[in-house]
């Protein structure tokens, strides 16, 4: 990557025009080939940008543009519309490159096999005398996220999703329906689990007699097992 901070004056030609005065900006060449504008300010949102596929130019000024005090024009084509960017460099205060590597991307805390988990071990959170029997317990249609029992030893189907909507409220429907004609099981209650759940599949869930639980990822994660340690 390449950053250089510089005062310049930045132009969009093609589907649109665009124009960006002369200013101190951040400019960014990634290794995609992608060209980015920045300001000091607009969070992360760039001024003005050229998307990959695209070439990038460096060139000296022509006369006009040197008479105004251009030192640089860096000229972007888009490779496939023609879309144009030229930044036109007045001062350069700051050049350098760095290569950054691959990125193994974005880890998300929180998602559904991370709560799935933290439910799974710490499943007392449900209820006093609650019990795990299985993670991920297979039907004929997919696994059911957790299947426990409660403190009456019986049989709960417990539905995890980070977003609860209706479709979730659907999927553990179709799985109760399921489980509830299988005589060593039945009866299965059912919990819709979820980081957030919307209005309309908790008043869905509540019509079919579900059970409707807000997980707190960070309280789950912060449980203390006081029955596992050693001191």
Same mark, same amino acid.
């Given at each position: 990557?390449?950053?250089?901070?510089?005062?310049?004056?930045?132009?969009?030609?093609?589907?649109?025009? /665009?124009?960006?005065?002369?200013?101190?900006?951040?400019?960014?060449?990634?290794?995609?080939?992608?060209?980015? $504008?920045?300001?000091?300010?607009?969070?992360?949102?760039?001024?003005?940008?050229? /998307?990959?596929?695209? #070439?990038?130019?460096?060139?000296?000024?022509?006369?006009?543009?040197?008479? /105004?005090?251009?030192?640089? $024009?860096?000229?972007?084509?888009?490779?496939?519309?023609?879309?144009?960017?030229?930044?036109?460099?007045?001062?350069?205060?700051?050049?350098?490159?760095?290569?950054?590597?691959?990125?193994?991307?974005?880890?998300?805390?929180?998602?559904?096999?991370?709560?799935?988990?933290?439910?799974?071990?710490?499943?007392?959170?449900?209820?006093?005398?609650? #019990?795990?029997?299985?993670?991920?317990?297979?039907? /004929?249609?997919?696994?059911?996220?957790?299947?426990?029992?409660?403190?009456?030893?019986?049989?709960?189907?417990?539905?995890?999703?980070?977003?609860?909507?209706?479709?979730?409220?659907?999927?553990?429907?179709?799985?109760?329906?399921?489980?509830?004609?299988?005589?060593?099981?039945?009866?299965?209650?059912?919990?819709?689990?979820?980081?957030?759940?919307?209005?309309?599949?908790?008043?869905?869930?509540?019509?079919?007699?579900? !059970?409707?639980?807000?997980?707190?990822?960070?309280?789950? !994660?912060?449980?203390?097992?006081?029955? #596992?340690?050693?001191?």
């Amino acid at each position: 990557m390449r950053l250089v901070i510089a005062r310049c004056a930045v132009d969009y030609e093609g589907r649109l025009q /665009a124009h960006l005065p002369i200013a101190t900006r951040l400019l960014l060449v990634k290794a995609d080939g992608s060209v980015l $504008v920045h300001s000091d300010g607009g969070s992360y949102k760039p001024l003005n940008w050229m /998307a990959p596929p695209c #070439s990038m130019a460096e060139s000296e000024p022509d006369e006009g543009e040197r008479e /105004a005090g251009v030192v640089a $024009v860096w000229t972007v084509r888009h490779t496939k519309s023609g879309d144009t960017l030229y930044v036109r460099i007045h001062e350069v205060l700051h050049d350098s490159s760095h290569e950054l590597g691959a990125d193994p991307g974005l880890i998300k805390e929180g998602v559904e096999s991370h709560l799935q988990a933290l439910l799974a071990e710490h499943i007392h959170t449900l209820g006093a005398g609650w #019990s795990l029997v299985r993670r991920e317990h297979m039907t /004929a249609i997919g696994p059911v996220d957790i299947l426990a029992r409660d403190a009456n030893r019986q049989h709960v189907a417990i539905e995890i999703k980070r977003r609860g909507e209706i479709d979730g409220v659907e999927q553990l429907t179709r799985y109760l329906e399921l489980l509830n004609r299988d005589p060593l099981l039945a009866p299965v209650a059912g919990i819709f689990a979820a980081q957030e759940i919307k209005p309309q599949a908790r008043t869905l869930a509540q019509d079919r007699g579900i !059970r409707c639980v807000v997980l707190d990822y960070e309280a789950l !994660r912060g449980i203390d097992d006081t029955e #596992s340690r050693l001191f």
